[in-house]
């Protein structure tokens, strides 16, 4: 079984297209979601009494949720906007609400887990759960600009405590203070991580290990509508793949990096989480096999 550690939120995105309002979201969701394709997946997330009824069920339907916590208050709000070429995107509101104080803790059900990803959160919150699990096989997790820019320190504890990290090429420079890619992953590795894996958007992305540079390129898409929760879906996919694999070794590794790109590629194609739920099991595997030529 995979863990996922992270936030389930209502989000508003705009884009040149279309605006969507308190849709479900967040990057918990979009990461347990693409995961589940590949193995069972629990989620561990809070949230408000003001969380939708349809968005529970569809949450339930791919999900386990012994650890969605619900919390007297609202559900975390995230409002977001795209420019016109859908590469940038400005935060305009951000509304922490129940996830301001939420202490997570792991169920019972959920310490043997095996596997564990730990999305975008505080990274001491992430450095303590993951404390929390029996015997942790394969770990992961990402950051993001905010914690970079304000925890720095403690993203580097957090991993240390993780044996691969996820994470975009510019927040990779700004977290090792370096300008190129091989010398941010070399920085990356020798604070402790095993794997690092930097995402480059629409170019694909690159994983490091020991002395191997893999690159994998993005798949190609004349029609992206959403970029949002195209990294969640990537770090999800990566690792429920990697779960549902006998061992790990560089070659699982490899195609897990592929299965990343191509579940990315399936968030973006629709608005939300429309591209992951209506993913038909054919078709993941037909896209895989093509980008593994």
């Given at each position: 079984m995979l863990t996922v550690f992270g936030s389930t939120a209502l989000d508003t995105i705009r884009t040149p297209k279309k605006t969507l309002k308190d849709v479900l979201g967040g990057a918990a969701t979009f990461a347990a979601i693409s995961a589940s394709n590949f193995v069972d997946t629990g989620l561990i997330?809070?949230?408000?009494?003001?969380?939708?009824?349809?968005y529970h069920q569809i949450l339930s339907k791919y999900l386990d949720l012994k650890g969605l916590t619900i919390k007297e208050g609202k559900t975390f709000r995230y409002d977001g906007s795209y420019d016109k070429t859908l590469s940038t995107r400005e935060t305009l509101k951000t509304e922490l609400n129940v996830l301001a104080d939420f202490k997570p803790t792991v169920p019972e059900?959920?310490?043997?887990?095996?596997?564990?990803?730990?999305?975008?959160?505080?990274?001491?919150?992430?450095?303590?759960?993951?404390?929390?699990?029996?015997?942790?096989?394969f770990s992961m997790c990402d950051t993001i600009e905010f914690w970079i820019s304000t925890k720095r320190e403690s993203?580097?504890?957090?991993?240390?405590?993780?044996?691969?990290?996820?994470?975009?090429?510019?927040?990779?420079?700004?977290?090792?203070?370096?300008?190129?890619?091989?010398?941010?992953?070399?920085?990356?590795?020798?604070w402790g991580a095993k794997y690092v894996i930097?995402?480059?958007?629409?170019?694909?992305?690159?994983?490091?290990?020991?002395?191997?540079?893999?690159?994998?390129?993005?798949?190609?898409?004349?029609?992206?509508?959403?970029?949002?929760?195209?990294?969640?879906?990537?770090?999800?996919?990566?690792i429920g793949y990697l779960a549902s694999k006998n061992s790990i070794n560089s070659a699982e590794i490899k195609k897990a990096?592929?299965?990343g790109n191509v579940l990315g590629s399936f968030a973006?194609?629709?608005?939300?989480?429309?591209g992951l739920l209506q993913i038909k099991k054919q078709t993941l595997q037909n896209e895989s096999s093509y980008m593994k030529r």
């Open positions: 997330a809070v949230v408000g009494k003001d969380f939708p009824k349809e059900e959920y310490k043997k887990s095996q596997f564990v990803y730990l999305a975008n959160n505080d990274p001491d919150q992430n450095s303590a759960l993951i404390k929390e699990f029996d015997k942790v096989k993203v580097i504890k957090m991993i240390k405590a993780v044996d691969a990290v996820v994470i975009n090429d510019e927040e990779a420079k700004l977290l090792t203070k370096e300008f190129n890619l091989i010398k941010c992953a070399k920085k990356i590795m020798e930097i995402k480059k958007g629409e170019h694909g992305s690159l994983m490091f290990f020991d002395d191997v540079i893999f690159p994998c390129v993005g798949f190609s898409l004349e029609d992206v509508v959403d970029p949002t929760g195209a990294g969640d879906s990537f770090a999800g996919a990566m990096v592929v299965y973006v194609e629709k608005y939300g989480l429309d």
